[in-house]
């Protein structure tokens, strides 16, 4: 699994122009499902997240969880964190995850969110979404269970 973490001000998701998800300060995650991507990466790959300590204290330093500030999370799937673009000009996604398979393990990732996080939004998979945020920092991670 990959996931781009970004920490917001705040964040939202519009769908055919109606607003469906906000977040006031917290995480947006973008989250893409490999095809080889299993319940086991879903786990560790949240844990990492719910566990970085990339919030102010303070003191401006980043020494807090998303727990510590209670922060909210919005989740939205994303099969384009896998994009091979090694070859020619169009990216190939073909080590994304098929749809039925993703679908099942982002609603998982997005359980164990709602397990740890009071406020849990997430934007609606496989839908044409315009994202909006104002990250905060800028503050960006990305995340590769492969690499974990």
């Not at 499902?33 to 990339?54: C, M, S, Y």
């Not at 679908?103 to 994202?131: C, H, I, Q």
């Amino acid at each position: 699994m990959r996931a781009v973490i970004q920490r917001v001000q705040r964040a939202s998701v519009t769908i055919d122009g109606v607003e469906t998800a906000r977040i006031g300060a917290g995480y947006l995650i973008l989250l893409g499902v490999g095809a080889a991507d299993t319940q086991a990466e879903a786990e560790h790959l949240w844990n990492k997240i719910f566990g970085l300590r990339i919030m102010e204290d303070e003191s401006g330093k980043t020494n807090r969880s998303i727990d510590d500030v209670g922060g909210d999370v919005l989740v939205v799937s994303q099969f384009t964190l896998y994009a091979d673009c090694r070859r020619g000009r169009r990216p190939s996604f073909t080590a994304a995850g098929d749809p039925a398979h993703a679908n099942a393990l982002y609603e998982y990732f997005v359980s164990l969110a709602r397990r740890d996080v009071p406020r849990v939004v997430t934007g609606t998979f496989a839908a044409d979404m315009k994202v909006e945020l104002v990250n905060d920092g800028p503050f960006t991670i990305v995340l590769d269970t492969d690499e974990l």
